[in-house]
Nanobody, 127 residues
Framework: QVQLVESGGGVVQAGGSLRLSCAAS????????MAWFRQAPGKEREFVAS???????????YYADSVKGRFIISGDAAKNTVSLQMNSLKPEDTAVYFC?????????????????WGQGTQVTVSS
């Protein structure tokens, strides 16, 4: 069992920045990738960014088109932590942000690729 705990959400004005962090504990040896998803009210959970490792080295990073150039994902494979630096935030970025992790298989932009999830942290961007 892997437990994921997010931190760093909050309220920010449009154009501002926030940094989210996530730490994994438990059977963390079963993680080779971590990701961020978000879910706005009334919408489905959507992919934001992912980072996948091979031998503790970053193997690949992907971003959703909607955040490319504004968000930066980073992680530490040895510590099983992942962060999301969010810059130039827009009101449409408002959502609950979820950390996901596991032995990534299949489409890493799909929720089904990850076996463990955090409880989420609220990000609100005011206009």
């Amino acid at each position: 069992q892997v437990q994921l705990v997010e931190s760093g959400g909050g309220v920010v004005q449009a154009g501002g920045s926030l940094r989210l962090s996530c730490a994994a504990s438990g059977r963390s040896f079963s993680i080779n990738g971590m990701a961020w998803f978000r879910q706005a009210p009334g919408k489905e959970r959507e992919f934001v960014a992912s980072i996948v490792y091979a031998a503790d080295i970053t193997y690949s990073i992907y971003y959703a088109d909607s955040v490319k150039g504004r968000f930066i994902i980073s992680g530490d494979a040895a510590k099983n932590t992942v962060s999301l630096q969010m810059n130039s935030l827009k009101p449409e970025d408002t959502a609950v942000y979820f950390c996901a992790g596991g032995l990534v298989s299949g489409n890493r932009q799909s929720t089904t690729a990850y076996g463990s999830w955090g409880q989420g942290t609220q990000v609100t961007v005011s206009s």
